[in-house]
């Protein structure tokens, strides 16, 4: 296991820091990666399409004076996350602005392509699929993807099922590149255990949520540090695919979260159809791991957490 040159003694702790719909948005990625993790945002974040752009300027141009401020300790680069699903319109335009800023990483969801990963490969930029299951995993690699995230039960928004011993495991019997862990990972010491397990990063959102620079409702970041594992619902109703939400959430907008419907899957969308308007605006999502979350933090406070945390578990493995 290794990581991509790009990432190397770049990194304060190894966490990315996962793209969160809505949430995402430039103050909170810049944050991210001064702080020294992987920063990233939704291209869909951007509207209208016009403005991923002057996200991308702005973010560009903001880490590359920092940088050069701090010669000695650079900050992490930054991703962009890519929904190559047919529902996306917009893959073609937003593809076309990380090909012009070289962004660094780029995530991609929801389907691989090998054209999309060739687009990023030809500046030398690299792609992190999300998957949920050794399948897709496989079918990531063949099309070119460098690395692999594995979404595992307890993820925030879209979520698999399958336990992440499981799931890393089985990936590790055949993979040996760039391996990433999301689900319930909200302290360090969860971020060792996923790098004892066969991770290289951990690949955290949700607590990021509850940060100063997190483009949330006040009230959604106050329910994160209220909640904990039995307050998540998992439910396809929203999207079309299977993802995890806060139960209060869920309550406040007049449904039962004991009682949801199913959703369609064919009817896949990302904010623009009747019920989706609520999620992720007012039904909220959330990961199991919610639990370490005691507070509203900056993004510089949580990751000096997250590495004293990490110290600390590693000391204690040592005894």
């Known amino acids: 296991m290794a990581l991509p040159k790009l990432l190397q003694n770049r990194l304060s702790i190894p966490v990315v ?6 949430i995402s948005a430039p103050e909170l990625v810049i944050a991210q990666c001064k702080a020294g993790i992987v920063g990233s945002f939704p291209a869909l974040n951007a509207r209208p399409a016009e403005q991923l752009e002057v996200w991308l300027k702005q973010i560009t141009e903001e880490l590359d004076a920092y940088n050069q401020s ?17 529902s996306n319109a917009r893959l073609e335009h937003d593809l076309a602005a990380c ?20 687009a990023v490969h030809s500046y030398g930029g690299i792609v992190f699929h999300d998957i949920i299951n050794n399948f897709f995993a496989k079918k990531a690699i063949e099309k070119g993807a460098d690395g692999l995230i594995a979404v595992a039960a307890g993820a925030g928004g879209h979520a698999g099922t399958l336990s992440p011993f499981a799931l890393v495991q089985e990936i590790r019997e055949w993979f040996d590149g760039p391996l990433l862990l999301s689900g319930s990972i909200a302290r360090g010491d969860a971020i060792l255990a996923a790098q ?22 006040e009230r959604y970041k106050q329910m ?8 998540i619902v998992y439910s396809n109703l929203f999207t079309g695919i299977h993802g995890n939400y806060l139960r209060p959430s869920i309550a406040a907008a007049g449904l039962d979260p004991d009682k949801l419907e199913k959703g369609d899957a064919s009817q896949m969308n990302f904010g ?11 039904i909220w999502g959330c990961g199991q791991g ?3 979350v005691k507070k509203i933090d ?21 005894v």
């Open 290 to 292: 919610i639990g370490a």
């Open 17 to 22: 820091g996962a793209p969160l719909f809505i």
């Open 99 to 118: 090909v012009k800023y070289r962004v660094p990483i780029v995530i991609t969801s929801l389907g691989a392509r090998t054209d999309v990963n060739e």
């Open 70 to 86: 701090h010669p000695d300790a650079p900050a992490a680069p930054f991703a962009v996350n890519q929904i190559v699903h047919k």
């Open 224 to 231: 994160i540090v209220d909640s904990g594992a039995d307050d």
């Open 298 to 318: 900056t993004v510089a406070g949580l990751v000096a957490r997250l590495q004293q945390e990490y110290r600390a578990a590693r000391g204690r493995l040592q």
């Open 272 to 282: 623009d159809g009747d019920i989706s308007k609520k999620a992720w605006k007012d």
């Open 196 to 217: 004892a397990m066969g991770a290289d990063l951990a690949y955290m959102g949700s607590a990021m949520i509850a940060t100063r620079e997190a483009r949330a409702d």
